[in-house]
């Protein structure tokens, strides 16, 4: 009996004290199966989100690259009963989620690109973006990545300063029993016609 308890509690202990050890939520998840348990939740229930979630989520996106570590983005999170009807007035895409974040840049922490006189705040969010959807799914949460909305609007109803640039949205919360992938989330281009080795 002891022989056989020595090598579990040591990998218990190598696990839990192993500063480096990255799966502390999904201790057996690898990346790939938590990339594609992903999809777009389009019905959400009404349960809101406990905060120590939230602050995961947060937490998922400060960790995220960016160009140059500029570090542009500026996270708003919509939850109050007022924000989230600004938040459907804004964009058609909210779901039912009882919060959503709104993804902005702050113009003066953008990086700028050398090659076209743009910049990289575009970028930095979709990374910033990605990082909190999956952070998402790994907590058993849904997310919807959200381009379709009004972000003049979206500037006008959440009185944004005029520094900040709103570039996606993300309605999130717990998954309606009923909420389902759609039929376009499992249809993948092949690795022969989006792949190329030069
Ligand atoms: C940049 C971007 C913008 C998107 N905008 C919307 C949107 O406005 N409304 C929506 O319902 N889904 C939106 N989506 C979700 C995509 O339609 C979805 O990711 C795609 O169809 C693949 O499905 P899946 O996410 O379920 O895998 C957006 C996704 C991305 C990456």
């Given at each position: 009996m002891k022989k056989l308890l020595v090598p579990f509690v040591v990998a218990l202990l190598v696990g839990c004290c192993n500063p480096t050890n990255p799966k502390t939520e999904s201790m057996d998840k690898d990346f790939i199966t938590l990339a594609t348990e992903r999809y777009s939740v389009r019905h959400f229930s009404d349960k809101p989100v406990e905060q120590e979630k939230i602050d995961k989520i947060l937490r998922a996106a400060q960790v995220a690259p960016t160009a140059v570590n500029s570090q542009p983005q500026m996270i708003y999170l919509l939850r109050s009963a007022e924000a989230m009807e600004h938040a459907n007035q804004v964009s058609p895409c909210m779901y039912g989620a009882p919060q959503a974040f709104l993804v902005c840049y702050d113009t003066e922490r953008v990086c700028q690109r050398g090659d076209n006189g743009g910049n990289y705040g575009d970028i930095d969010c979709s990374i910033v973006l990605t990082h909190m959807m999956l952070e998402a799914t790994d907590l058993g949460l849904g997310s919807c990545a959200v381009g379709m909305f009004d972000a003049q609007k979206a500037v006008e109803l959440f009185n944004l300063p005029s520094n900040i640039r709103p570039v996606l949205m993300l309605p999130f919360g717990y998954p309606a029993d009923d909420a389902a992938p759609s039929?376009?989330?499992?249809?993948y281009r092949s690795l022969e016609e989006t792949t190329c080795e030069l």
């Open positions: 039929d376009r989330h499992s249809q």
